[in-house]
């Protein structure tokens, strides 16, 4: 199993500002994986991130919009960059565990932005 | 890539009955097959999930039933209580990594 601290829990942003999510796993994790979750929506997977290399997005998604850092096996942030209204959403990093069959999740990041 | 259908978007039923949710998915290549129950405000939970060389999985009150051939999967709940009132997402993923897949999610309702 894996236990994940995430945060900021949530936060409350100025439109065209950005904000980085942290992401701390208490075990080293080949990947991580950062989804979005709209109000009252399904989870999107915005990227895999894995550590020594650059994050591979989904299609929607770029780099400019999310830049993604994966400094080690245990971290890896996760960053909204000039945000708008339509950013507000629910976002969750997720890791697998070698020989574990489970993919677990943060608690998530509840970010509103006026 | 994988596309996870989901269906009912809402489910209401009776504390006592049995709920069904049904997903199908796109890609061939998929081999694990989870279920997430998130209520609000909260991070998603597995309740259980089945790999592709299994057809059905049964855990308590919750099963979960495999078609390869048809590419559908079905999550079960006898004896629903309140408690399981959430929203509940299947998933899919081709085991690269686990990224996963989601279904759109069902609403259950349990009512007493």
């Known amino acids: 199993s894996a236990v994940i601290s995430q945060k900021p829990s949530r936060d409350i942003c100025q439109r065209g500002t950005s904000l980085t999510i942290q992401c701390q796993v208490d075990?080293?994790?080949?990947?991580m994986f950062w989804y979005r979750q709209q109000p009252g929506q399904s989870l999107t997977l915005i990227a895999t991130?894995?550590?020594?290399?650059?994050?591979?997005?989904e299609s929607g998604f770029v780099i400019d919009k999310f830049p993604i850092s994966r400094p080690n096996l245990t971290f890896s942030t996760l960053t909204v960059s000039n945000m708008s209204p339509e950013d507000s959403s629910i976002y969750l990093c997720?890791?697998?565990?070698?020989?574990?069959?489970?993919?677990?999740f943060g608690q998530g990041t509840r970010l509103t932005v006026v | 890539g994988e596309n996870v259908e989901q269906h009912p978007s809402t489910l209401s039923v009776q504390e006592g009955d049995s709920a069904v949710i049904k997903c199908t998915y796109s890609?061939?290549?998929?081999?694990?097959f989870p279920w997430y129950k998130q209520e609000l405000g909260k991070r998603p939970q597995l309740i259980i999930d089945?790999?592709?060389?299994?057809g059905e999985k049964k855990d308590q009150r919750i099963a979960v039933t495999l078609n390869k051939t048809a590419k559908h999967f079905s999550l079960h709940i006898t004896e629903t209580q309140p408690e399981d009132s959430a929203v509940y997402f299947c998933?899919?993923?081709?085991?690269?990594?686990?990224?996963?897949?989601f279904g759109k999610g069902t609403s259950l309702l349990v009512t007493p």
């Open positions: 890609d061939s290549a998929s081999n694990y």
């Open positions: 089945i790999r592709s060389n299994v």
């Open positions: 997720s890791v697998d565990v070698a020989g574990d069959t489970e993919a677990f």
């Open positions: 075990s080293q994790v080949t990947m």
């Open positions: 991130a894995n550590q020594g290399s650059e994050a591979t997005y």
């Open positions: 998933a899919a993923s081709s085991n690269s990594g686990y990224a996963l897949n």
